[in-house]
């Protein structure tokens, strides 16, 4: 159904084209149609006006422009990209480099974003659109300290957005500033279309509280809706279900994560773990086995497998992996957890489940504490 402001764009669109069927050169009619198109949700009526613009005028930079706002809406972004990148080495003018990095942005080249909007963020505040893009390229180049103060700056100014504040709160998360990031994914979710990093963050959060699985699967649920291969809703979705004990809907969902996320090695621990619950022991050692091709340097992939090994009743083979699990890091939960079993400390299944949930969850949580402290004990089946 159409929105109201679409519905008077169309309106008024038919009669553009009525004048442009009298006066086909017109530059301000011309420009008009391809504006109302656009507006109207048709993007190949758009389209078309374009292409007869651009026959017209075909050196006319502002045209070009518009026909690559209608590729954008056709989500081309291939040739959006060459086309607004071509204008932008004519015209340093910081919507070229937004459309480009737009586009850019959706093709995964994330230093290109960075190389055309950086120069502008530098000089004068951006818009918060231009800005949430500029912030999302960072994000997925670990370039944190950079964000951080693009962040404030905008913040500072007042240019932001529930768009802005989404990418944000996903920054500050992942850089461990949990209250910003609350402050961020609050004001964001407050917006009725919240964006996609608004909807994890939140997710992510509501995990860290007590009984705040069934808020976080509903978070997670609406990511997923939005984009069904973010593979980090999928991640906390099977955690939510792991820590209600939901085994059979934590591994499907799992194996989700992974295919999406195949170098998270977090999704691979907290899938090997659903393993384990199920007794599925061979499973589990595949999945600790394959974290360690990923990276070797994690204790806890080495204290997973460990914890396989002292289940198996592979003694020689789980003392090594926990030697090698304890010089990575002396803190390492799962190592621990496997010299309890190999100490026979964890032969009563129901402290088994209990411990191993605690273990799982062990790390610092985002409101202080650890994950373990809000986690119900485990139930008996």
């Known amino acids: 159904m159409q929105s109201e402001q679409q519905s008077a764009a169309a309106e008024r669109l038919a009669r553009i084209e009525g004048y442009l069927a009298a006066d086909a050169q017109n530059k301000e009619l011309l420009a008009e149609a391809i504006d109302l198109s656009l507006a109207a949700g048709a993007p190949a009526r758009a389209a078309e006006h374009a292409a007869a613009a651009l026959a017209c005028y075909p050196d006319d930079a502002f045209?070009?422009?518009?026909?690559?706002?209608?590729?954008?809406?056709?989500?081309?972004?291939?040739?959006?990209?060459?086309?607004?990148?071509?204008?932008?080495?004519?015209?340093?003018?910081?919507?070229?480099?937004?459309?480009?990095?737009?586009?850019?942005?959706?093709l995964g080249r994330y230093a290109e974003v960075v190389a055309a909007l950086a120069p502008f963020a530098a000089a004068a505040t951006l818009r918060a659109p231009a800005a949430a893009v500029l912030l999302r390229a960072w994000h997925h180049l670990g370039e944190y300290d950079a964000a951080l103060e693009l962040i404030a700056r905008q913040e500072a100014d007042g240019a932001v957005d529930a768009g802005f504040y989404g990418v944000a709160g996903a920054i500050f998360f992942d850089a461990d500033r949990i209250e910003d990031a609350a402050r961020c994914s609050q004001a964001a979710l407050a917006d009725a279309k919240a964006p996609?990093?608004?909807?994890?963050?939140?997710?992510?959060?509501?995990?860290?509280?007590?009984?705040?699985?069934?808020?976080?699967?509903?978070?997670?649920?609406?990511?997923?809706?939005?984009?069904?291969?973010?593979?980090?809703?999928?991640?906390?979705?099977?955690?939510?279900?792991?820590?209600?004990?939901?085994?059979?809907?934590?591994?499907?969902?799992?194996?989700?994560?992974?295919?999406y996320l195949p170098g998270h090695i977090g999704s691979w621990h907290v899938l090997g773990w659903c393993k384990i619950f199920r007794q599925d022991l061979a499973g589990a050692e595949a999945v600790f086995r394959h974290a360690l091709e990923l990276d070797r340097n994690f204790g806890d992939s080495h204290g997973g497998l460990g914890v396989v090994q002292a289940l198996l009743g592979q003694k020689t083979e789980a003392e090594g992996s926990i030697e090698r699990a304890l010089r990575l890091d002396p803190q390492s939960l799962s190592a621990r957890y496997a010299q309890m079993v190999l100490a026979g400390d964890t032969s009563d299944p129901v402290r088994f489940r209990a411990l191993a949930q605690r273990l799982l969850a062990g790390r610092p949580a985002p409101l202080g504490g650890t994950m373990a402290d809000l986690l119900p004990p485990a139930k008996e089946r």
């Open 196 to 259: 996609l990093e608004a909807l994890v963050v939140g997710g992510s959060l509501a995990l860290a509280k007590a009984d705040g699985s069934a808020a976080a699967s509903q978070l997670f649920e609406q990511a997923l809706a939005r984009n069904p291969a973010e593979g980090r809703a999928w991640s906390g979705l099977g955690l939510a279900s792991l820590l209600r004990q939901d085994l059979a809907t934590a591994q499907e969902q799992l194996e989700k994560a992974v295919q």
């Open 63 to 106: 045209f070009q422009a518009r026909q690559g706002h209608v590729l954008l809406a056709q989500q081309q972004w291939q040739a959006a990209a060459a086309l607004f990148g071509a204008l932008l080495e004519r015209h340093a003018d910081v919507n070229l480099a937004y459309n480009f990095a737009y586009a850019a942005q959706m």
